[in-house]
Structure formats: C-alpha cells, structure tokens
C-alpha cells in the first residue's frame, strides 16, 4: 500500500520533508519510525490524515502520516 | 521597601504610598487586575479620565528565578469595554522590581492640550511636558531616548496608533537589545494616549537588589525550575530552534490553521511560512533563531529576523502575527510579514488585532487576498498616518466589520480570534468565549493538550473534557500572570512533576511564606472572579460568552467541523 509520510521540525533534519512509498500492508508509524531510526521517545505528534492518531495505529492505502517531535508555541 | 506610586495626570502630581495590606501578597496580572477593579468604575469610558493605566511586575520579577521578567499593564480595555491584563518582556519590569514600585498607576487626563512623559527613579516620577517625539514612531523614540538619557534607560512608549488613540494599539517596551516588546492586547496604548503621555522613561540606578527572604531555599528551587525548562523538549529544544512559528505547520497537518479569513482549515502556502522555512531562512542569513525577550529568559524563543542584504527586519516574530498576515490572509511570502511586523512594532498597533483585522479587510475588498504590497501600504500611509480609512483599520476586525457590513467577523467581546480555529481545536473555542479579557489564546491555552500532547490528551475534535481543560488552565494562567513567568513555562508545569513546586518554593523563599499548591490555585480562580464581577458591572452578561454565529453554521475543512456546545455547555465553565 503507498502511505506518504510527512516529516517536521528536528525530524527532518538528515531525512526528508515529505516522500510517498510503499509499506507493506498492516504497517503502523511505529514500524515507519522505526525504519526512519526516531526513537519512540522522541515523537511528538502523530497525525494520520490530519487527525490524532497513536503509534500503533493500522494505516490504511493512500494515508497521510504526519509526525512532529515534541515541539509547541504559543 | 515596596511601594505603589500613583500618577495623577489631571493635575500633574504624583504619590507614593505603602503597599497596603491586602495587596502585599499580589503581583503582575493579580495586581492589576486587583486595583482597576477597586479603583476604575465598570461603566467608565475607557478612554475617559476615570480609567486607570496600571503597571505591576510579577511576584518573582527581578529576582535571579528565569524566565520572570514579564510586566503586567492592565486597565479597562477600549477594544472590549472588559477588564484587561496584557504582559510583555523587555527590560522595563525588572527595573520597576529593583525600584521597589509594586505598581505604578496613572490616573486622570490632563486639562491642558499637551502631551507629557514620565520619568522613573529612585526619587519617584517626574512628569513633564513632552513635544519633540510626538508622532514618532517606537524605534525612533527609543533610539531618541537613548541619546537623550542614556543607553540603559527603560523605557515604554506608544507610537502613533496609541496617540490617535485607535482601539488596537498596542504598548510598546524597549527590549535587550533596544528593540521592541509588545503588550499587545486590548488597545492600551490607546488609554497612555488618552492620558497624554508619549513615554514613561526608568532609570534604576542606586536600586538594591531584589531582597529574597531565604537565599538558600530560592536557590535550590530556582535550579530545580531552571533545569525543568531547560529538560523539557518544548521549552529546551523545540521553542528555541524553530520559535513560536513551528506552530504553521502543526495546525495545518491538524487542519486548525485557520486560512482565508477562517473560511478553510488549511493553507496551501504553508510551508513557505513555516518555522521550518523561518529557521533555515534566519540561519542562511546570519540572524539569531534564539534570542531572549529580557534578561535571564533561557527559553529564547524569539528570534532575529533579516532581510536578504542581511539587514535586521524585525524579531519576536511571532507564530500568530505569521499565521494572521499569512494563511489567514492568503499571503505566503515571509519576507513581506516580516516587514509587515517591523511597521506594527513602529506604528504600535497589536500585531494579533491587525492581522485577524486585514482577513476581514480583504473580506470587505479593500484589499486583494494575498496581496501583502497592499497591506504594507494601508499600514503605513493609512493606519500610521491615522487617515479615516486608517482609522477604522486601527480598530481592529470588530471596527472594519462593521464599517464594511462583513458578518464574517473573528471576534469575541470584540478583540480578533487568534491563529487556532475553535471548530477543529474545540478547548481554544471555550477559553476565546470565557476569557474574562475577550478571545485570548493564552489565557488558557488548550492547544497544549489538544493538539501538542502537553499535560495528556484531550481530542480536539471532541466537545468531551473542552470545559475542564479550559478552565484549569485559566486558573493556573491567571497564577503564574501574578508571578511574573513567560507563560511558557507552563509546557514544563504541565510535564514534570518538580517544576511547579519549584515554582511555588521561589515564591515562599522570596517573601518567607508558605503558600501551598492549593493557595496557588486559589489565588487563580480568585483573580478569574475579580475580573469577571468586573465584566458583569461593566454590562457584560452570559451572553457575551459566545462565538460568533458562522461558527455554528459554516463547517470548516478538512474536518467538516462546526462549533457545536450548547450555551449551557460553556456557561459551566464558571461553575467553580
């Protein structure tokens, strides 16, 4: 299944801002976290199609993966 | 030995008086929103001599505790006819602590047909006649200032958006570096102006320092409370690298940005005003992407902004000036914000107010959506030159709706929604309606726990638990108001289990108290009730605790999400 797979802030330094690819189906953003060496601790946010999700969440074909470190404002 | 001096405009004197009891324990927003609830009657006009302009620091200000140094300025707002409390950096608050003046309140207007500025020392105030800075803008006074008294002098001012007295002008306080701190909200530049008075100059020299009653116990507490901002990954990473504006892309991916004057949750042009972009594009250019807003912050969430000749543009370049000028007004080149925020530090008009207020501009067509030439002309050749059309701009968004017929307009109790749309992210939504200061995002800043995962998790797409986040965090932000904090200090307080302590200890260890977590707790929902018994003799009813209406009709994308709580549902806010 293709997942595009959105990376922010500190993430993305050394990998990428954005790339769409295929993952077998069943993958979770703990399996892509994992290829992507982010350690679990260090993730912030996960958003899939633009909505709160967590890391063992089932991702579906076509997905949206967003994922923030701990990062805020205000 | 504190002191309260007060500042008589109508007949040019001045006071100073003991502390009285009642507000020794007092500080910051606690204090002033304390005394313009004794002293200002409700149904004042804002602008009239019986308002009050009142300057308090926090309760840790000048002492050696980080991240303090925040001035609280509070009077009866112009912009929402509430009571109002808005807090900045700059050096000013931790001069006023050194001079022991708890408060400095300014009353009256003065009779004659002239403008006046005040000076600060270690003698009182001296007040005199002021003619050559008038119509200045804040970077020329200050620089004026500068040579005049001295490159150490505090100094607040207002530009020429608080001499004409527009409703979203904002109170300008000299930084570290002689640039410019906003309090911002609320239009109190309008009520110095209406007072006559251009500047207020502070010259701490011969002030003692800040006396701490149990050095020992405020030094342990302070490292431990330094070391938890330091620790915790927004406050010791995330805020001094990317700044505030890591937020753009935050609430686009949630599909909180709120974009078009709030029509969509989501902007195309994101990226291009990003913090990501923001970092690369300071760091290409040799500005700061840390940078403090007064001595003895280690958060350094601001920033130094150029342009590309490498030249200073603005800093303190803040996530909901680059949302407002940005997505919601379908302007995606940063460099035009930027300078856009320079000329609303100089101008002095709130950068919030404006930038909610240009989306109903363009709503209005008085100018094109996107086009930021435009824009940086209105700023400057109307609302700077306080032209009639300039005029209405510098009212703010409720101002230009209404002048326009526009029945999109962002606004509660009259001051602009900020940078989150309250249909997506739902907590935000209870705290703009609630807030005792009109739609203010820090008063309760539930996107914490909405959408950055600070202090748990409460969907944000869910009315469930919105009222109860809400209010606890408008009860703790009206605390840590009092103390002087950068609210920012609450990502730690919300994570870290020493932090708050710590925080309480320095309190107990500067005055030789024993205030306890629930003292704390209780000092906010006290302060939260002051200011409301102020707003309901004001004529302010439950009905003013309300969104505007196209939020219940208009669904928004990519969620589809309306605004969806009863009025019973947010009148519980209050029940506690």
Redesign the interface.
């Known amino acids: 299944m293709e997942i595009t797979v959105?990376l922010?802030?500190?993430f993305?330094v050394g990998r990428f801002?954005a790339v769409t690819k295929r993952y077998e189906p069943g993958a979770t953003p703990a399996n892509i976290t994992s290829e992507l060496n982010i350690p679990e601790k260090?993730v912030?946010?996960v958003?899939v199609n633009?909505?709160?999700a967590k890391l063992d969440h089932r991702l579906l074909d076509g997905d949206t993966l967003?994922l923030?470190?701990?990062?805020?404002?205000? | 030995m504190d002191k309260i001096i007060r500042v008589n405009m109508s007949d040019l004197s001045t006071r100073t008086e003991a502390v009285p009891t009642a507000w020794a324990g007092l500080g910051g927003r606690g204090l002033t929103s304390t005394i313009v609830a004794a002293e200002v009657p409700p149904t004042c006009h804002p602008l009239g001599p019986s308002n009050k302009l009142v300057f308090a620091p926090g309760l840790l200000t000048g002492t050696p505790a980080a991240n303090s140094g925040r001035l609280s300025a509070g009077a009866k707002s112009p912009l929402t006819g509430t009571i109002k409390e808005s807090n900045a950096g700059g050096t000013a608050a931790q001069m006023l602590a050194r001079l022991g003046i708890k408060a400095l309140i300014i009353e009256g207007i003065p009779k004659a047909d002239a403008w006046y500025n005040l000076h600060v020392t270690m003698d009182g105030v001296a007040i005199k006649e002021e003619a050559e800075l008038l119509g200045k803008g804040n970077f020329a006074v200050i620089e004026a200032l500068e040579a005049r008294l001295g490159k150490k002098t505090g100094i607040l001012t207002i530009g020429p958006a608080g001499e004409l007295k527009m409703t979203a002008a904002n109170l300008s306080v000299k930084d570290p570096d002689s640039k410019i701190r906003s309090h911002g909200r609320g239009g109190l530049g309008a009520v110095m102006g209406s007072k006559k008075i251009k500047f207020i100059s502070i010259n701490d020299d011969g002030a003692p320092k800040v006396p701490i009653a149990d050095p020992e116990k405020f030094k342990t507490a302070a490292r431990t409370f330094a070391k938890a901002l330091l620790d915790h990954p927004v406050s010791g990473e995330g805020l001094p690298t990317y700044g505030t504006n890591v937020l753009v892309n935050i609430l686009h991916e949630a599909g909180g940005l709120p974009t078009k004057n709030f029509t969509v949750g989501q902007f195309d042009g994101h990226d291009k005003i990003s913090g990501e972009t923001m970092h690369e594009t300071i760091v290409g250019r040799g500005g700061k992407h840390k940078h403090g807003c007064h001595a003895g912050c280690i958060i350094q969430c601001s920033q130094v902004y150029h342009d590309k000749e490498g030249k200073y543009v603005t800093s303190g370049f803040e996530y909901e000036t680059i949302w407002g000028l940005g997505a919601n007004c379908c302007i995606d080149n940063l460099d035009d914000i930027a300078v856009a925020d320079n000329i609303k530090d100089d101008i002095g008009i709130d950068s919030i107010e404006t930038a909610v207020m240009f989306g109903v501009a363009m709503e209005a067509g008085i100018l094109k959506w996107g086009d930021s030439k435009e824009m940086l002309r209105l700023l400057t050749e109307e609302i700077g030159k306080g032209t009639p059309l300039g005029r209405i701009l510098g009212g703010g968004a409720g101002s230009v709706g209404k002048a326009y017929g526009v029945t999109r307009v962002p606004v509660v109790k009259n001051q602009g929604i900020p940078a989150y749309d309250p249909r997506s992210v739902k907590g935000i939504g209870i705290t703009y309606a609630t807030s005792t200061m009109g739609a203010d995002h820090t008063a309760g800043y539930t996107i914490a726990t909405n959408i950055l995962n600070v202090g748990g998790f409460v969907d944000p797409l869910k009315k469930d638990g919105q009222v109860e986040l809400s209010r606890n965090l408008q009860i703790a932000t009206a605390a840590v108001d009092s103390t002087g904090m950068c609210i920012f200090v609450a990502f730690p307080a919300l994570d870290i289990p020493e932090c708050l302590p710590a925080l309480i200890d320095m309190i107990n260890a500067r005055f030789g108290i024993s205030l306890t977590g629930d003292d704390v707790t209780n000092l906010g929902k006290h302060i939260l009730k002051i200011e409301r018994q102020f707003n309901i003799e004001a004529g302010f009813t439950k009905e003013h605790d309300r969104l505007p209406e196209f939020f219940k009709t208009e669904p928004v994308a990519p969620h589809n999400a309306v605004w969806d709580f009863s009025d019973a549902e947010i009148d519980e806010f209050w029940n506690f």
């Open positions: 959105k922010f802030a500190m993305r801002a260090e912030g946010i958003l633009s909505r709160h967003s923030f470190p701990l990062v805020g404002g205000g």
